[in-house]
Structures are given as structure tokens and as C-alpha cells.
């Protein structure tokens, strides 16, 4: 049901290209999957992303939980008959909310305890309950929960967070289930204990490995340190996953230091507030000095939206409030981003990666002040 093979390996970084099998579907890596929170990618049909090379996609367990319940959804098939997408989907453990619901939530040894922000009802999160959930949603990879405190954090609370975790995915893994689980690796911004985490549950044997609690306002520097910490300890022929790292900027940075799969909301989210990711960097649609600009959001893009549509048309929809502006500049900034992928994987298997990557970088200006290793 799960294989993954490295195919090729760059002779300059750590990068590598790969190839998940599960179920009877594929993705090449490295990915990066688009977030469909509530079993839909905001404005985009499962057509769409299958024109533009989406491989594979996240659904939120906390979300799908509640509506319209996991067990509805086993009910009608399963999330890709639901959604009608035929493709691989990956599904979080909602550990996350552990973190992002903040006074929301109860946490301890046996699992965490929400506060519904629909109504306010209880809900209960534990290892087992949450892999059961996700099996029931029909997902092709689940992950285990987890818990972080995200940054900074001290120490002490870092160390109870990675005693959590492992024990959480001890647990869960004991639970049978048809999706692959993969582990997540903790440790916040401390190595020796991310490098000890990855260890422990390596150990453990699972099949992929998720890379979490950073991109939570760390600086660039300590991402960087503790994704190779991280890396440095999960074996050649274990997958990879950063979770959350979603600008151009750290995708690039991960794949040289050898991550496999990615996530991020960021596409979809700027997408529909007007911010297209350009080869030229990034364009803010919504801005009067685009009301006559007749060039599409990419020159060099030839996505849907860049071959009929002008900076200046969609700067009207968007004032006007017409639903195809953000519905636009989401397809854009997907196929950016699938685009970005397929040039990383070919730089790899073309021995050519980090001349591609110096090229592809030079113009973006995704985050300020940002500078990549591999130009350095």
C-alpha cells in the first residue's frame, strides 16, 4: 500500500527526487500539497488542480471532525469520493489546534480537550481517537498527534512537549489502520532535542516523518539549523515532511537540506486578498497603480489566468467584489507553485539544482530580508 523509492540524488545538496506510491496512487517528490481545509482548496474544483499537476492535498481532521463529522463522510465514501478527488490526500492529526486555538483548548498526558469554536461543545483529541478519525475519513496518509508550544519556548517546556509527542505516537501507532502513519518530530528550536526526538521515533519505524512546530516566527536562520538537525537523523528511504513551510524561499532552502513534502495556505490565502507569487516576486493585484495595466500577473506564466486576463481586469473584480478575482489569482498562485516544483525536480534530476536555484530565486522578494544559503 505505501513504497517510496529516492530515484536521484543531487551531487551538489541534499536534495533528491522521489517517487510515493499508496494506494494505488502516485507523487513525485519533492511536493508541495495545497490545503483543503474543509475537503475543498478555497475556489478551486478538483478539475483545477488536476490541470495544473496537483499530485496530492491536506484535510484538516479538526475541521471534518465536527462538519460534517468523520463518520458521515465513512458514510458517503470516504473524503475522495465525498470530494470527488482520485488523488493522494493527506490528512493532519489537529495537534495544530493544540497550538493555534490557544485559550481554547486543554492539554495533558491523555490528549486534548476543545472548546468547538462553532457552538463551544466539548471536544476530545486523544492519540487513538484522532488516528481512528482519520482512517474513518479515508485518508491515504494520517499523522500521529502531537503537541508544541511553538516560538519561543523555554527548555523545559520543549522537553515536555517531545516526551508528549513520542508518547502520543506510541500510542497511536498501536492502533490499526489502512492509511500510512507518519510520526512528527518536535524539539522547537533546541537540535539536541530535535536530533533526540527524530531518534526515538525513528526507532519506531514509521514510514514518513513530519518536521513540525517551526515557521511559527522563528527566525530563517533557526529554521534552517533545525530542519537539517531534524534531517540529518531520519533515514535515505523515510519521507520527509516540513509541515507548514510554505514560502518559495523555504521550500528551496528544505529541498537542498533533502525534505520531500510540503504544505501552506499561503497560495490559496494571499490568493484570494489579491497577492500573486510572480517569477518577478510578488504582485499586490488590489493596487491602484495596476487600474490600467494591461500585462498579466506573470509574464513568464502561462497559467489560465495569465493567458486571458489582465492586471487591470482583475484589480476590477476584486473592487467590485466579483468571487472570480480571488478565484484568479488562487489558480495563479497554485500553478506558481506546482510550476516551482517541477523546476526543482527537473534541477535535480538534470544535476543542475543549485544553478536553478540561484536563477529561480534572484527576483523574489516574498519575505524581506531574506537570503538563501545556497546563494551565499
Not at 80 to 89: G, N, S, V
Amino acid at each position: 500500500m505505501f513504497k517510496f523509492k529516492v530515484l536521484r540524488k543531487d551531487p551538489a545538496t541534499q536534495a533528491r527526487n522521489g517517487l510515493l506510491k499508496i494506494a494505488g496512487r502516485t507523487v513525485r517528490t519533492p511536493a508541495f500539497m495545497p490545503v483543503a481545509t474543509q475537503a475543498t482548496v478555497k475556489t478551486m474544483t478538483p478539475a483545477d488542480l488536476k490541470a495544473i499537476g496537483v499530485e496530492i492535498i491536506v484535510c484538516n481532521t479538526y475541521h471534518l471532525m465536527q462538519r460534517p463529522g468523520a463518520n458521515r463522510i465513512k458514510q458517503l465514501g470516504g473524503l475522495h469520493r465525498f470530494m470527488d478527488w482520485d488523488k493522494a490526500i493527506l490528512t493532519d492529526s489537529g495537534g495544530f489546534q493544540a497550538y493555534s486555538l490557544g485559550d481554547l483548548r486543554k492539554v495533558n498526558d491523555e490528549g486534548l480537550t476543545f472548546a468547538s469554536h462553532l457552538d463551544g461543545s466539548q471536544l476530545h483529541l486523544t492519540p487513538e481517537s484522532s488516528v481512528k478519525v482519520q482512517d474513518d475519513l479515508g485518508t491515504d496518509i494520517a499523522m500521529c498527534l502531537d503537541f508544541f508550544t511553538g516560538y519561543p519556548s523555554s527548555l523545559m517546556d520543549s522537553r515536555r512537549a517531545v516526551e508528549r509527542t513520542i508518547g502520543w505516537a506510541e500510542r497511536g501507532k498501536k492502533i490499526k489502520i489502512k492509511p500510512a502513519l507518519f510520526g512528527i518530530v518536535q524539539g522547537a528550536t533546541y537540535p539536541e532535542l530535535r536530533r533526540e526526538c527524530a531518534d526515538r521515533l525513528v526507532a519506531m519505524g514509521f514510514p514518513g516523518y513530519g518536521i513540525g512546530g517551526l515557521m511559527t516566527g522563528e527566525p530563517p536562520e533557526l529554521t534552517r539549523e533545525m530542519v537539517g538537525s531534524t534531517v540529518s537523523r531520519i533515514p535515505a528511504g523515510k519521507v520527509r515532511y516540513l509541515m507548514g513551510g510554505g514560502y518559495p524561499e523555504d521550500i528551496i532552502e528544505a529541498v537542498s537540506q533533502g525534505v520531500d513534502l510540503f504544505d501552506c495556505v499561503l497560495p490559496t490565502r494571499n490568493g484570494r486578498t489579491g497577492m500573486a507569487f510572480t517569477w518577478q516576486g510578488k504582485v499586490i493585484v488590489k493596487g491602484g497603480r495596476f487600474g490600467a495595466d494591461e500585462t498579466p500577473l506573470d509574464r513568464n506564466c502561462p497559467c489560465y489566468t495569465c493567458r486571458n486576463f489582465s492586471r487591470a481586469y482583475i484589480r476590477h473584480l476584486f473592487n467590485v467584489g466579483e468571487a472570480l478575482g480571488p478565484r484568479l489569482v488562487t489558480h495563479h498562485n497554485l500553478f506558481f507553485y506546482m510550476d516551482l516544483m517541477s523546476h526543482i525536480r527537473k534541477g535535480i534530476r538534470t544535476g543542475k539544482f543549485k544553478y536553478l536555484v540561484k536563477d529561480m530565486a534572484k527576483d523574489f522578494d516574498f519575505r524581506k530580508n531574506r537570503n538563501l544559503a545556497l546563494d551565499k
